[in-house]
């Protein structure tokens, strides 16, 4: 029994040796673990960071583009007015020019007209140097026109 006791003593030694070998591998592979898992929850962490960034982001995005449709419809009334108001504009430029050439019209009309009554005065101031003549020689003269 001694040999029975002594290749247990053996395999006791070599299993508490193992057992040894099997807790310090434990207790690195313990610490290994540890520090995956605190990268694993620094990478979750920041995971969860750039989601919230993410949907940050996105809500900005559809803000952005609401506001971006409501100022294109703006611009499309803007643009129609634009328009409308260039019509409107070249619309009364031509109805000026019309206007313009009609009173240029009426301008010339009066400056003929000044001249027309021009030259009836100075016939009606011929007629009453005629008449005065007339009067003269009738009165002085004894001259008869007639």
Not at 4 to 25: G, V
Not at 43 to 55: L, R
Not at 87 to 92: A, D, G, R, V, Y
């Amino acid at each position: 029994m001694l040999e029975n006791e002594k290749i247990l003593k053996d395999n006791d030694e070599k299993l508490s040796e193992k057992c040894k070998n099997l807790e310090k591998e434990n207790e690195i592979l313990k610490e290994k673990v540890s520090k995956m898992t605190e990268e694993c929850l620094q990478k979750e962490n920041a995971c969860q960071e750039m989601k919230k960034e993410y949907d940050s982001i996105k809500l900005a995005y559809h803000i952005n583009k609401k506001s971006y449709e409501d100022v294109k419809g703006q611009m499309k009334l803007v643009q129609s007015r634009l328009k409308y108001c260039s019509e409107t504009t070249n619309t009364l430029k031509r109805q000026y020019e019309i206007k313009q050439q009609v009173v240029n019209s009426y301008i010339e009309d009066v400056a003929k007209l000044k001249l027309q009554i021009t030259d009836l005065e100075q016939d009606n101031n011929k007629l009453h140097s005629y008449h005065a003549s007339s009067y003269l020689l009738e009165r002085i003269f004894n001259i008869k026109i007639g």
